[in-house]
Each structure stands twice: as structure tokens, then as C-alpha cells.
């Protein structure tokens, strides 16, 4: 099943944009659900799933971010960040979740509004706790409005998961987190379609990756003084 499901993806990522993408992705797909045991690869319309909210028309449909890319960003996360707890906004299947607590995150959270996904999530997350057992996970089946950003919450993951007007909303749950405790928070941001959204609100860029041109990914960062 999985490869099957590694031949679809590779012609879905072909076709849309191209075979040098197609057989790149394909290499780190096969790679990365191996290292990490999970099975997270798939392109799936969101009108196929059964949805919590009114906000579908913001958001994009599932895929995983590249192994690349996410690997490439963690590599940069300093060893402090890792000692709170990492939050993925529109976790999918929950690569981002597993993968972060391979590269040494205690805790990891994730939030989507598709509650076939969520449930993906959880069974990929009880897989990985058999390699990293002292790991803590929580899931929510939810859409922006029931999300919180606990004060705990130190590296917040993003990929291209909704449009403008969603972001905008992100950025001021993360502000109102900052100020109920003060603290340096990250926030990886793959395909940063909106990043200009967290310029002009103050976080600055400490690390870039780009590769082929499609696969992009940045650390921004913010710190209130406490």
C-alpha cells in the first residue's frame, strides 16, 4: 500500500510541477516514512473529509511537507526551543509532530479541522512512542477559533496551511500568547506564501532554505523581553 501510494504522489508532485521535483520528492517520501516509521504521504481534497468549522474556503488541501525542508529547518532550531513544546497548525497526518520529536521536542501539539487526518495523526504518534517513549503528544480536532497557543509553546510549525486572511488571525493568537508570558518563540514556516504577515509584525528571518525553486522554508523568530 505504501508504495502505491508513493507512485500517486510522485505523479501528482510530477505533473504539477515537475519530474525533477517528482523524483527528489520520491527519494526523501521513501527515506523519511522509513526513518521515522509513520505513514504520512498522500495528496488528499479536503472535500473528501469530514470537516470541523466554516473556514474550508481559507485553507489548502492536505499534503506533507518535503522531508528536506522540514529536516533542513529543525537542523537550525537552537537545543533551548526544544524544551518547550512544539505546535503544529493544521498537523495533517502529523509528519511535522513526529519528526519534531525525533529531533528531540519532549512535547508536540497539533490542531486540524479534518478529523480523518487527526486520526492518522494519532495513529502515526503511537507508532513513533515506541521509539521515543518519554515523548508527549496532544491532537485536537478543531478549526482556528478553538485554538490556543499555550504558554509552553515555544516553536510553532506552518505549511502553507490557509490563505491571508486565516494567517492574519494566527499571528494575533501568537501575539496575545506573547502576552500572557513573554518569551523568544520560533515559527517554521514552509512555503511562506504569507511571510511579509510576520514582517510587518516584527519577527525577523534567522534561517532561509530553498531548493528546486518550489521547496521553501524559513525560521522566524520573535522575542518579548519578560
Known amino acids: 500500500m505504501k508504495l502505491l501510494n508513493h507512485i500517486k504522489y510522485f505523479y501528482y508532485i510530477a505533473s504539477n510541477w ?13 527515506q523519511g516514512e522509513r526513518r521515522y516509521n509513520i505513514d504520512t504521504t498522500a495528496a ?5 473529509l469530514k470537516l470541523k468549522g466554516s473556514q474550508l474556503k481559507h485553507a489548502t488541501e492536505y499534503m506533507p511537507v518535503n522531508y528536506f525542508t522540514l529536516e533542513a529547518l529543525l537542523d537550525r532550531m537552537p537545543d533551548t526551543a526544544k524544551k518547550g513544546a512544539f505546535l503544529d497548525i493544521g498537523c495533517g497526518k502529523g509528519r511535522a509532530l513526529c519528526v519534531a520529536a525525533a529531533y528531540g521536542y519532549k512535547k508536540v501539539e497539533g490542531i486540524d479541522f479534518a478529523k480523518e487526518l487527526i486520526e492518522a495523526a494519532n495513529t502515526n504518534l503511537e507508532k513513533l512512542k515506541k521509539q521515543y517513549p518519554t515523548t508527549a503528544y496532544n491532537l485536537a ?48 514556516y514552509c512555503t511562506p506564501r504569507h511571510e511579509e504577515l510576520f514582517f510587518e509584525d516584527g519577527f525577523d528571518v534567522t534561517f532561509r532554505v530553498k531548493k528546486f525553486g518550489y521547496l521553501e522554508g524559513v525560521i522566524l523568530e520573535k522575542s518579548n523581553s519578560q
Open 44 to 48: 488528499i481534497s479536503l472535500s473528501k
Open 18 to 30: 515537475s519530474y525533477k521535483l517528482g523524483w527528489f520528492t520520491l527519494k526523501k517520501e521513501i
Open 141 to 188: 480536532w478543531g478549526d482556528l477559533n478553538s485554538l490556543t497557543i499555550d504558554e509552553h509553546v515555544t516553536t510553532i510549525f506552518l505549511f502553507n496551511p490557509f490563505d491571508e486572511v486565516l494567517m492574519k488571525h494566527v499571528i494575533r493568537k501568537i501575539n496575545s500568547s506573547l502576552a500572557k508570558r513573554p518569551r523568544r518563540l520560533f515559527v517554521l
